[in-house]
C-alpha cells in the first residue's frame, strides 16, 4: 500500500508524530528515504549508525534519549563572538554560540527539540528543507505562537528524510538572521548507500556588516556586506580542513546569508555535487564542477576523493567576499601617484598615507608591520601570513590540507612541495633556452 503524505500525518497518535510517503517508486517531490517512514527503528547511535560530522570552528549539539525519543535544547541568546583575532563582535546565536550547534540525527529518529529563549525579543525556530507537520514548521504568527522572552517551546517529529538541512529563526529574520541565529542539520540515512565518507564537513555560509569599530553587526544593511564568514569565521580566523591522501570527503554547504549566493571553489580537486536540501542527486545526473554555487535559503553536498596532496584554498569566488572590513567602497586609486597625494595631505591629516595605488593586498600587510593604524575591534581588508609571504584573501576563504595521513583537528603545518615542483623564478639558463625576453 503507498501512503500519500497527508494519509500520513493522519497516522499521528499518542504523541507519536510520524509520515509516510510509501515505499514504491520514488515520486517527484519525495523526500530521501531508505526506510519506510512507518518503520519504528531505535534512536541512531553515533560512531555504530553514522559517522558524526565535523563542524569547523564549530560544535555539536548534544542529546540525551527518554522513552526512545532523542531529546535536544536550543537556548536562542545573545553571545559575544569573535570573528578573527581582533574582530569581535555582540550577536545572537544558540547555546554560547554563533551560529548554534549542528543538530544531528538519523532517519527515522523522533526528536523533541525543546527550544528557550533568552533573548530581548520573540522568537521562533524552522527547520529550513525538513519535512514536518505543518504545525512544526516554525513561521511565527502561521505556524505557531511567538516564543517569548523567558518561555521554552517544544518541537516534536520524526524524521522522515535524512539529508543537509538548517534551522534559523523564522521571526523577525532579517534582524534575527543578520545577528547570526542558525544552524546546520544533518539526518544520516538509516541504510546508507554507496560509499561512505571518510571526511564529513558542515559549513555555514553567512555574512554581516559590521562597521569598523562597531560593536554589532547592522542588521538594516541591504548590500554592502563587508564581514564573509563560513561557519560565523572569517579568514584568517577560519580553522582548516584536513583529509588524508585518498579519503572520500564530503563538504556540506548550507546558504542563510541575508542577500549573497555564494560560488564556493575547491583548489586541486574536481568534486561532484550530489544532494541539495530537496534530496540526494541520482548519481546518472551528477556532473563535475570545481566550484558550487550555494543559493540563498539552500545547501549543496559536495563529494570527492582526496588524491592530491598539498595546501587547497577553498573560498568564495566573488572577489570581494573574500575581503574583510574596510575593502568595499573606497575610491579607485590604482595609478594615482602616493607621493603626490601625501605631500598634498600630510600638512592637514598628520601621518597621512595614501594607499591603494598598486591595489589592496598589501593593506594586511602594513598593518601587520605597524606602518598604518586601524580602529579598535577591526580587521584589514585581508590576509594573513602564509608559507611564502602574505596571502591576501579574507573572508570567506579557508584551507583544505590533504597529508598522506592526519587526524581531525590536527594541524599539520605548511605543506612542504617536493622538489620541483613549485613555481620558482626563471633562471637566466632557462629564458635563454626557450628565448623568453624577461
Ligand atoms: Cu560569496
Redesign the pocket.
Known amino acids: 500500500m503507498t501512503l500519500s503524505r497527508r494519509d500520513a500525518f493522519r497516522l499521528t497518535g499518542a504523541g507519536l508524530l510520524v509520515a509516510s510517503l510509501g515505499t514504491g517508486a520514488r515520486a517527484m517531490s519525495s523526500p530521501a528515504q531508505t526506510i519506510s517512514a512507518t518503520e519504528s527503528v531505535p534512536p541512531g547511535e553515533p560512531g555504530k549508525d553514522y559517522r558524526p560530522v565535523v563542524t569547523p570552528n564549530g560544535t555539536t549539539l548534544p542529546f540525551r534519549i527518554v522513552d526512545g525519543v532523542k531529546v535536544f535544547h536550543l537556548i536562542a541568546e545573545e553571545v559575544d563572538h569573535e570573528f578573527a583575532p581582533g574582530l569581535n563582535a555582540r550577536c545572537w546565536g544558540y547555546n554560547g554560540r554563533v551560529h548554534g550547534p549542528t543538530i544531528e540525527a538519523v532517519e527515522g529518529d523522533i526528536v523533541r527539540i525543546y527550544a528557550t529563549n533568552r533573548l530581548p525579543a520573540p522568537t521562533t525556530v524552522h527547520w529550513h528543507g525538513m519535512i514536518v507537520p505543518s504545525g512544526m514548521d516554525g513561521v511565527g504568527g502561521l505556524s505557531q505562537h511567538v516564543i517569548e522572552p523567558g518561555e521554552t517551546f517544544v518541537y516534536q517529529f520524526r524524521l522522515i528524510q535524512h539529508g543537509t538541512f538548517m534551522y534559523h529563526s523564522h521571526h523577525d529574520e532579517m534582524t534575527q538572521m543578520a545577528l547570526g541565529m542558525m544552524g546546520m542539520i544533518v539526518v544520516h540515512p538509516r541504510k546508507p548507500e554507496g560509499p561512505l565518507p571518510d571526511r564529513d564537513y558542515a559549513m555555514m555560509l553567512s555574512e554581516w556588516k559590521i562597521e569598523p569599530g562597531a560593536k554589532r553587526p547592522d542588521p538594516n544593511e541591504m548590500s554592502d556586506f563587508n564581514v564573509?564568514t563560513f561557519n560565523a569565521r572569517c579568514f584568517p580566523g577560519t580553522d582548516p580542513i584536513v583529509a588524508a591522501l585518498d579519503e572520500r570527503v564530503r563538504i556540506r554547504f548550507g546558504n542563510l546569508s541575508a542577500m549573497?549566493h555564494?560560488?564556493i571553489h575547491l583548489h586541486g580537486f574536481a568534486f561532484d555535487v550530489t544532494e541539495t536540501d530537496g534530496g540526494p542527486i541520482p548519481a546518472t545526473a551528477r556532473f563535475p564542477e570545481t566550484s558550487v554555487l550555494v543559493p540563498v535559503g539552500a545547501t549543496r553536498t559536495i563529494e570527492f576523493v582526496a588524491d592530491n596532496p598539498g595546501d587547497w584554498a577553498m573560498h568564495?569566488h566573488?572577489t570581494h567576499?573574500v575581503m574583510n572590513q574596510m575593502g568595499h567602497g573606497i575610491p579607485n586609486m590604482i595609478g594615482a601617484d602616493p607621493q603626490l597625494i601625501n605631500a598634498a595631505v600630510r600638512p592637514v591629516v598628520d601621518g597621512f598615507m595614501a594607499m591603494g595605488h598598486d591595489g589592496m593586498g598589501d593593506h594586511g600587510m602594513h598593518i601587520g608591520m605597524g606602518h598604518m593604524d586601524i580602529p579598535e575591534n577591526s580587521i584589514p581588508m585581508v590576509g594573513a601570513n602564509g608559507p611564502k609571504g602574505y596571502i591576501t584573501m579574507g573572508g570567506?576563504f579557508t584551507i583544505l590540507k590533504v597529508r598522506k595521513s592526519i587526524q581531525d583537528g590536527e594541524d599539520p603545518g605548511w605543506y612542504k612541495a617536493p622538489e620541483g615542483t613549485e613555481a620558482r623564478i626563471a633562471t637566466e639558463a632557462e629564458l635563454a633556452r626557450d628565448g623568453i625576453e624577461a
Request: charged residues 10%.
Open positions: 564573509l549573497d555564494h560560488p568564495c566573488m567576499h570567506m
